[in-house]
């Protein structure tokens, strides 16, 4: 086992288990990294604990006191971005360049925190003679962090800092798929200076999140991941009058019309479909093909054909993933789709327990298929005909999803009606991947989220806070 086996931790303090555990393996070669606890209801009772008893002090410090430390803590993600990158490659198995693209984004979402004392200047007004109101935004309190496998490090990163610098504490209960990045960041956190109890790492399953769920003393919650998981947790959370936000699955739709410029749109979707192995929730699934774009097409599959496995193609996340994915394209190929590039069957040399698929084009995809509307979350582009940019925008919004959507073109009405037409929350016009820079928010519609906001960017601070409203009159 290359690292220790994990503890939660708890109260500024590594707590082994009591419980069982379960290996967390690598999928770049299948070694097995550690070990990660499973944790049990009273293991999360010792958490809540202590970050109950930490928010009453942590939530009187000043906003500035409490940026003081994720000033330090982003300087750390800097200067740890190396090792961060190596361990995020090593449990997810994306590559390691894109390992440190997710440190270099959690950095930036970091600094928006820092930037809070700017973005929440309180307002006062005297609204009759002698009689001033004003505002602020109190903390909640002990509020949890629920994340997925495919970006151990980014995703987390859309709510500690945010969550903490406003003065809540946290539970945070990363993938048990992937725990290792986690775990490095409550240390760092530690090392800015974060005080003991602020923020607890409870690592597990699906227990440990329906405990969190149910605990009374949980305020509020963001969860990420799949969207059958988010809708539960959403209706768990809300049953026990939590404020929650649920972040589910997608089925993006790219639209490439005739006139499109064809390097730049090959590139981008090849990038889009088959960047971090497809399991991204921004990745393009399905490129919609208006009109004569084979010339379009016959790009696409040169430059994915480029993307080799083990070198600038990462693993998917285990062999149970892989095998799904295998399944999606055989169905496909089954029921009409014409494999133009196929990626089952794929090894790495020296890495031969790794879980690798290969890039994977599929033309001629229908609506009917079960790959046109299922979350394959592999390096599978599927293309599916059109005639005209009415049809196109009409499948994409037949998708129950609504993370991303990108329209490619070069004629400045096409973009705009596509603009205004499509139905999601993340709108790419020659963009394969438009996730927003902060502090525009990151947030989709329909099936790909439940609850109200974005979950992270200025709407964020809306939710982490509850508003306390003051009059004041002062009698001479
Ligand atoms: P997942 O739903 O299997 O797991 C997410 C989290 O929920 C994990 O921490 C896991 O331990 C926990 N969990 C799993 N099953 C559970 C259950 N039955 N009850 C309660 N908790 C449970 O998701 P994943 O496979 O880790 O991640 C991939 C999914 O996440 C994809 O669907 C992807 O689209 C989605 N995702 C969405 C966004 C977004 O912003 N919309 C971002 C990243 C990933």
């Not at 969550?163 to 048990?176: D, H, R, V, Y």
């Not at 990420?224 to 404020?243: D, E, M």
Request: proline share 5%.
């Amino acid at each position: 086992m290359k690292y220790a086996p994990l503890a939660n931790y708890i109260n500024g303090n590594a707590v082994p288990t009591s419980g069982t555990t379960k290996d967390v393996i690598s999928p770049v070669n299948g070694e097995v990294l550690s070990t990660v606890p499973l944790s049990t209801e009273a293991e999360l009772e010792a958490a809540v604990t202590a970050a109950k008893a930490a928010f009453a002090s942590w939530s009187t410090q000043t906003l500035r006191q409490r940026c003081d430390v994720f000033y330090r803590y982003r300087n750390l993600l800097q200067d740890n971005l190396d090792e961060l990158s190596r361990i995020c490659h090593e449990e997810n198995g994306k590559t390691i360049g894109e390992s440190k693209a997710e440190v270099l984004k959690a950095i930036e979402l970091t600094e928006l925190a820092c930037s809070l004392p700017n973005l929440v200047a309180g307002e006062t007004l005297e609204v009759s003679p002698g009689f001033d109101c004003s505002i602020q935004q109190a903390p909640l309190g002990v509020v949890s962090c629920i994340t997925p496998f495919n970006f151990p490090i980014m995703v987390p990163h859309w709510t500690i800092p945010m969550a903490l610098a406003l003065g809540n504490t946290m539970i945070f209960k990363p993938s048990e798929q992937v725990p290792l990045s986690g775990a490095r960041v409550a240390e760092l956190l530690t090392q800015a200076g974060l005080p003991d109890g602020v923020f607890n790492v409870v690592h597990g399953d699906k227990q440990v999140v329906q405990s969190i769920c149910n605990h009374a003393d949980v305020e509020a919650l963001t969860f990420v991941g799949s969207t059958p998981v988010a809708k539960t947790v959403y209706a768990q959370a809300t049953a026990t009058y939590k404020r929650a936000l649920a972040m589910g699955g997608a089925k993006n739709h790219l639209i490439v019309m005739p006139d499109a410029d064809v390097e730049h749109t090959a590139a981008n979707v090849a990038a889009s479909a088959c960047g971090c192995a497809g399991q991204r929730c921004m990745a393009a699934a399905t490129m919609v093909a208006v009109g004569e774009v084979d010339h379009i097409v016959e790009q696409v599959v040169n430059q994915s054909r480029a993307l080799v496995p083990g070198e600038n193609l990462g693993a998917v996340i285990s062999a149970d993933a892989k095998a799904r994915i295998e399944n999606f394209i055989n169905e496909a190929e089954e029921q009409g789709a014409s494999v133009l590039l196929d990626g089952r069957n794929t090894t790495v040399e020296g890495c031969e327990n790794g879980t690798y698929v290969g890039p994977t084009v599929l033309d001629n995809v229908t609506p009917e298929m079960n790959i046109a509307s299922a979350e394959v979350f592999g390096p599978v582009l599927s293309i599916i005909r059109t005639g005209n940019l009415d049809e196109a925008i009409e499948l994409e919004n037949a998708s129950p999803y609504g993370n991303a959507a990108v329209v490619y073109t070069q004629d400045g009405q096409v973009a705009r009606e596509f603009t205004d037409r499509a139905s999601a929350g993340m709108i790419g016009v020659n963009v394969g991947v438009p996730v927003p820079r902060e502090p525009f928010g990151f947030g989709g519609w329909n099936d790909s989220r439940f609850g109200v906001g974005d979950i992270t960017g200025r709407g964020s601070i809306q939710f982490w806070t509850q508003s306390k409203k003051i009059t004041s009159h002062w009698v001479e």
